[in-house]
């Protein structure tokens, strides 16, 4: 039998009780229900609990257009912002080779776009799409979004003029909305092909739609398999009452019993970089689910040892106001033996013959002590390794135990409304029609 993700509370221990974690966990039971019931707040956002089973209609298709990018281009920029990209991203770098674009080997790039507004980051793609031959796809729910949009503009005006309209629109691919929205609008003028989003899936719990998978299959990635490893994470927590058996049910019971006892901020750790992009996706997960009300953790995240030598002092020494999230992941994919020295010049013989995971996994323990010791609670997250099947197993776990989180905290945790107001003060300072009034007001506040 394959082995699963698990959750060890060992290192919580002396924060929070063994009988605290057991009481909250099955009370948070109910909130399983209440989900599956869709009973619960922001019940009109409930798809992504059937996504392993829902999407599979759509996998072929999804294939066959990855398949199309990737047989006439050999560069896709992925348009989006937020959950219409930090899922895509967050895999993609998960998995693939650290220095895909800079192997020999025939390789298709991903490149993503429309995440901010730099001019320089544009102007820069810009430099390096005219010597490539690209495909677009461009991903947003509303169709409004302004980094994307503007983003999409300026590539289709340089894919228009680089190959032509016509062939411009074979390699231009939007996921939108079924009908609203401006993107939906062009995709429908222009002949683009489409996939929709669904009405019942926020952005950011999106990456097993089209908007994490298009890009992901284009990437060479086999979705199957990290859908297959999603399902059978919705096995193991969607509807199983018993907390002892069930990890999502304890995350979340031990994050809501680590802030009631003084410690705000949660930090996910990775010991490897290619878990970098996993841990914005979660950070904009738990950070928009739950930070409303007044209330919410502060998810954060370091990439060790890397931060180890710049954010540890903080997390060993600063205000106690801290608990970690390790994901350890117990064998990687490479093999690196560090090799004898003669003459011992550097005093590393010590470590010579053994493999590099290993001298990382007692990092990785030798850290989790030091931050225990230094009244940092830490929850570890055990996976076999960083493959499609368990990072699938990582993204349903997550979403699972973030509903439930929310839930818990007693917070809708399907809105956004917080995101709103960033986006009225830049309409109103750039004059967007309509915003004219409140554009004058700012003006005097600037
Ligand atoms: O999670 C969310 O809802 C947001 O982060 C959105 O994904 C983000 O604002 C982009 O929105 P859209 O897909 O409508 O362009």
């Known amino acids: 039998m394959k082995e699963n993700l698990s959750v060890n509370l060992k290192n919580t221990a002396g924060f929070i009780s063994a009988e605290?974690?057991?009481s909250l966990s099955s009370k948070s039971a109910a909130h399983l229900d209440t989900l599956n019931a869709g009973?619960?707040?922001?019940?009109d956002f409930l798809g992504w609990l059937t996504l392993p089973d829902d999407i599979l209609p759509q996998?072929?298709?999804?294939?066959?257009?990855?398949k199309h990018l990737r047989n006439v281009s050999d560069t896709t920029v992925v348009i989006g912002i937020g959950g219409s990209y930090l899922g895509s991203r967050a895999v993609i770098e998960s998995l693939s080779h650290t220095f895909a674009p800079l192997l020999k080997t025939k390789h298709h790039d991903i490149i993503f776009a429309g995440q901010n507004i730099c001019e320089d980051y544009l102007a820069e793609l810009l430099e390096l799409l005219d010597g490539r031959n690209y495909s677009v796809i461009a991903i947003s729910k509303s169709g409004t979004t302004t980094e994307p949009a503007i983003a999409f503009r300026i590539l289709k005006d340089h894919?228009?003029?680089k190959v032509g309209k016509l062939a411009a629109a074979e390699r231009i691919i939007a996921v939108t909305d079924a009908s609203k929205g401006a993107l939906r609008t062009m995709a429908e003028t222009n002949g683009y092909e489409t996939f929709i989003i669904p009405d019942n899936i926020g952005g950011r719990f999106s990456v097993l739609t089209p908007v994490g998978l298009l890009p992901i299959a284009v990437s060479g990635i086999d979705i199957r398999m990290l859908i297959k490893g999603a399902k059978s994470m919705e096995e193991i927590t969607r509807t199983n009452k018993d907390a002892g058996s069930n990890p999502a049910l304890l995350y979340a019971a031990a994050r809501n019993l680590l802030l009631q006892n003084g410690k705000p901020v949660e930090i996910m750790v990775g010991f490897t970089p290619k878990l970098h992009f996993f841990a914005e996706w979660w950070k904009q997960l738990y950070g928009e689910s739950e930070g409303k009300d007044g209330k919410g953790?502060?998810?954060?995240?370091?990439?060790?040892t890397t931060d180890l030598h710049s954010m540890g002092q903080y997390i060993q020494d600063g205000q106690r106001i801290l608990f970690e999230t390790v994901i350890s992941v117990k064998s990687p994919k490479g093999k690196v033996t560090i090799p004898l020295e003669k003459d011992d010049s550097d005093q590393l013989n010590y470590l010579a013959g053994r493999r590099l995971s290993d001298v990382n996994h007692n990092a990785e323990a030798g850290t989790t002590i030091a931050h225990h010791d230094g009244n940092?609670?830490?929850i570890t997250l055990t996976i076999p390794a960083l493959d499609e099947y368990y990072v699938g197993q990582m993204i349903y776990f997550f979403?699972?135990?973030c509903a439930v989180s929310g839930y818990i905290l007693e917070v809708n945790p399907f809105d956004q409304p917080g995101v709103e107001a960033y986006k009225k003060n830049m309409f109103a300072l750039l004059n967007k029609p309509g915003f004219e009034e409140a554009g004058k007001k700012l003006r005097e506040r600037i």
């Open 376 to 378: 940092v609670p830490i």
């Open 20 to 22: 605290e974690i057991s």
């Open 399 to 401: 979403e699972i135990a």
């Open 59 to 66: 996998i072929d298709r999804i294939e066959k257009t990855a």
């Open 159 to 161: 894919l228009e003029k």
């Open 39 to 43: 009973t619960g707040q922001g019940n």
């Open 297 to 304: 953790i502060f998810p954060a995240s370091v990439d060790l």
